[in-house]
């Protein structure tokens, strides 16, 4: 099981890294022009690649943060195994469905 | 950092006296030209404090017994010259980091040598003595992989070293996982799956946040580190092969 996260956390750590960097630039770019609702939409409405790529975006990121949040917590309390693994498995579930309600919300 | 002694002021010695309630003692001793902090605490004890408990055996770093702390780092206090430690003509001695003192500076190492068990570190063999010895080419990969990390005398100073263990008790510590990632490059080893998955497990190699303390402090100069690393790596790519 560790081992299976320990990998899981690496792989999708590697996947993050561009999609964060593209993710910062997007918005950097974005803002110049002011930033309104209108004009996200304009962006992102009814195209498939912004879609896939928050998509893909959301699902690592629901698997790498509740893996390293597991870690933390367990390095720092001594609460049970079972209710911090429980406790990270809601935070992916929450994530993944949070996310790709904003992701359908915007296509 | 060390500074320079003079023989003429003597030397300022604190040492941890009782167990993990004690308190640290002064002493004074005379300052030598050639001592090491053995001879230091041994000093201490004949003249001045005789029921001061320490360990040692060999005094001559072999058998890593007289491991303690020594001005906050762990140390083999046998190979430990004064002039390179002393801070201002005093030194700190205490028991090691991370294990329950028992008595002065003689600490409990039975949690350092179960880690080993937990590593799934028994060595596991299933040639009889009616077979041929296994024969492992001293150049081949696993071997060279697992001479790096051989030379291990237990003492116990990488798991003081050791920041993770000292607010992770879970963790399994350098030593241990340096042991396991021997076996797992030991062809004649038929745990190997076994000793890799505990090394694995909770509290294993995953826990290490690579700080590289253990490898600072280890006396002998392993690098327990790269051998955390290659069990980290070996998750990727599986149990290193001929």
């Not at chain 1, 099981?1 to 993710?23: C, D, F, G, N, S």
């Not at chain 2, 024969?135 to 992989?145: E, I, N, T, W």
């Not at chain 2, 697992?146 to 510590?173: E, H, K, M, R, T």
Request: glycine share 8%.
């Amino acid at each position: 099981m560790e081992k299976h996260l320990y990998v899981a956390q690496r792989l999708t750590a590697i996947v993050l890294a561009p999609l964060v960097l593209i993710h910062l630039v997007l918005i950097l770019y974005a803002i110049e022009g002011g930033l309104s609702a209108g004009e996200i939409l304009g962006r992102t409405r009814g195209h498939l690649g912004w879609a896939a790529f928050y998509s893909l975006f959301v699902i690592t990121a629901a698997l790498h943060a509740p893996i390293g949040l597991r870690n933390v917590i367990v390095e720092w309390t001594r609460l049970p195994r079972r209710w911090i693994d429980a406790l990270a498995v809601t935070l992916g579930c929450v994530l993944l469905v949070l996310g790709l309600r904003a992701v359908v919300a915007i296509y | 950092m060390s500074s320079t002694v003079t023989l003429e002021r003597p030397l300022q010695v604190s040492i941890w006296r009782g167990g993990d309630d004690g308190r640290l003692v002064q002493y004074e001793i005379e300052t030598r030209e050639n001592q090491t902090v053995l001879d230091v605490v041994t000093e201490i004890q004949r003249r001045l404090e005789p029921s001061l408990a320490y360990r040692f055996a060999c005094r001559v770093g072999v058998c890593g017994s007289c491991a303690m702390t020594v001005n906050g780092r762990p140390r083999w206090t046998c190979r430990t010259h004064v002039k390179n430690v002393v801070e201002d003509h005093a030194l700190t001695i205490e028991p090691l980091r991370n294990l329950p003192k028992i008595k002065d500076l003689v600490c409990d190492l039975a949690p350092f040598i179960d880690t080993f068990k937990r590593a799934g570190a028994p060595f596991s063999g299933s040639n009889t003595r009616h077979e041929k010895p296994a024969a492992v080419k001293p150049d081949s990969p696993l071997r060279v992989a697992a001479d790096a990390a051989l030379q291990c005398i237990n003492c116990a100073v990488c798991y003081s070293a050791c920041d993770v263990v000292s607010w992770n008790p879970d963790y399994i510590g350098p030593a241990g996982l340096n042991r396991a990632w021997t076996l797992v490059n030991d062809v004649r080893h038929n745990r190997r799956e076994q000793t890799f998955k505990m090394a694995f497990g909770e509290g294993g190699c995953g826990s290490c946040h690579s700080h590289g303390n253990c490898t600072r402090h280890c006396p002998v100069e392993l690098r327990p580190s790269e051998s955390i690393a290659g069990l980290k790596r070996a998750a990727f790519s599986g149990l290193p092969t001929e």
